[in-house]
């Protein structure tokens, strides 16, 4: 089916190890998103790209990295995992042209940082 | 800054009740606002889209409105079952991203 896939769907981490989160579409969206999802807080953006080659900090952006160098990928990065990074990671995507159009989500990573 | 606040955090009804949830939002200058679903440990299931310039859009037993000037939302499920118990999210879209309110954690009970 068509949609946003997540790889990989679960992770356990150790402090200050690194990894990449990756995240594909195939329904040819401009806009994608990662997300975090704590206990309390709702979803809260941590990066976004509007087309191939952009990208945008969101509010909580610190010690993430992202990449968006094909427009189907888009590529979550922890160069040295906190266990405050502990969280639910979302991966989103929308059309550019239809701001009409909802969102289509992922069916999220869990990450656990020990 | 936009924010979305949703009221109540927390609600459990008997099967059968027709019940309303709330989200408020600060800035009404949103281009959409968009209800979801979340079940536990799963991802988001979106309900219902309504555009700016719409009042409210219905789906099955599920019709949210918009009050735009008043920086409101609600959603209205109709005779509730308990397989609708989950957290539903809204969120509202600016031009560039969405921002989501805290959810209302819903449980139906036989």
């Known amino acids: 089916n068509a949609g946003v896939t997540q790889t990989p769907k679960f992770r356990v981490l150790k402090t200050g190890q690194s990894m990449t989160l990756l995240c594909a579409q195939d329904?040819?969206?401009?806009?994608m998103y990662w997300y975090r999802q704590d206990p309390g807080m709702g979803l809260r953006l941590i990066h976004y790209?509007?087309?191939?080659?952009?990208?945008a900090k969101g509010e909580v952006p610190d010690g993430y990295n992202v990449s968006r160098l094909k427009k189907q990928n888009f590529l979550l990065g922890l160069e040295s995992a906190a266990p405050s990074q502990t969280s639910v990671y979302f991966c989103?995507?929308?059309?550019?042209?239809?701001?009409?159009?909802?969102?289509?989500f992922g069916s999220g990573t869990r990450l656990t940082v020990v | 800054k936009q924010e979305v606040t949703q009221i109540p955090a927390a609600l459990s009804v008997p099967e059968g009740e027709n019940l309303v949830l709330n989200c408020s939002f600060t800035?009404?200058?949103?281009?959409?606002l968009q209800w979801f679903r979340q079940d536990p440990g799963k991802g988001l299931t979106s309900l219902l889209l309504?555009?700016?310039?719409?009042r409210e859009q219905t789906s099955g037993r599920l019709n949210a409105s918009l009050d735009k000037s008043s920086g409101r939302s609600t959603l209205y499920i109709a005779a509730s079952q308990p397989g609708d118990s989950a957290t539903y999210l809204c969120?509202?879209?600016?031009?560039?991203?969405?921002?989501f309110g805290t959810g209302t954690r819903l449980q139906v009970f036989p």
């Open positions: 989103a995507s929308s059309p550019l042209a239809r701001l009409d159009y909802g969102y289509t």
């Open positions: 329904m040819n969206h401009e806009y």
């Open positions: 790209s509007v087309g191939e080659g952009t990208t």
């Open positions: 800035d009404s200058a949103i281009y959409n």
């Open positions: 309504i555009q700016s310039s719409q």
């Open positions: 969120a509202v879209r600016d031009p560039d991203k969405l921002i």
